[in-house]
């Protein structure tokens, strides 16, 4: 029931379209989400992972799935991140990888949905320490159309792999095109 009104609300109150799911085999990736220029790039994600039924997921600071919203968290995908121990983010991240049999986790690598000039590296090195695929996903506001593109692993060589990677983002356009990374 709730797969219907999210496929009525994207497709036909929004007029959206989701292209490239046929990687959906891929269990484990992180997912590049860009460009994330607005609020609004929460519920398209939210909606996407409801008509796709795939398991999508994000991360967030342990204390956030406390009482009262800990049950909604987890239930759109949130996992708690422990940096206890001394690990940084990469490899607590990393970590979660290893404890799940499918983790799909969506990365927006901008960091913000304010203007930036370029993107954060994190996304980059958590797929390589995890050993995972990096999936491109474009919420094209232009077009009206999340795209996602085929699963890359990374060499190791970011600079290189970024240019790869940004293939997937000419010519897309966020809700507000200013704040977004120009590639």
């Known amino acids: 029931m709730k797969k219907q009104l999210y496929k009525f609300i994207f497709f036909k109150l929004m007029g959206w379209k989701i292209v490239g799911m046929e990687n959906a085999e891929v269990k484990k990736c992180v997912l590049m989400v860009m460009p994330h220029t607005s609020n609004h790039d929460f519920y398209l994600g939210i909606l996407t992972r409801g008509i796709s039924g795939l398991e999508m997921n994000w991360v967030g600071k342990k204390e ?19 940096r206890r121990g001394g690990l940084n983010k990469v490899d607590s991240i990393a970590a979660i990888f290893d404890r799940k049999e499918v983790f799909r986790l969506a990365v927006a690598p901008e960091g913000t949905r304010k203007g930036v000039t370029e993107i954060k590296t994190g996304f980059y090195y958590i797929a390589l320490k995890a050993n995972v695929p990096i999936v491109t ?27 790869i990677l940004k293939q997937h983002y000419k010519g897309v356009l966020g809700k507000i095109p200013e704040n977004g990374v120009s590639f």
């Open 137 to 163: 996903v474009a919420f094209d506001w232009g077009r009206k159309e999340v795209s996602f593109g085929k699963p890359f692993y990374p060499t190791g060589d970011y600079d290189s792999d970024l240019e």
């Open 64 to 82: 956030l799935f406390n009482f009262p919203f800990g049950y909604y968290f987890r239930n759109v995908g949130g996992e708690p991140l422990d």
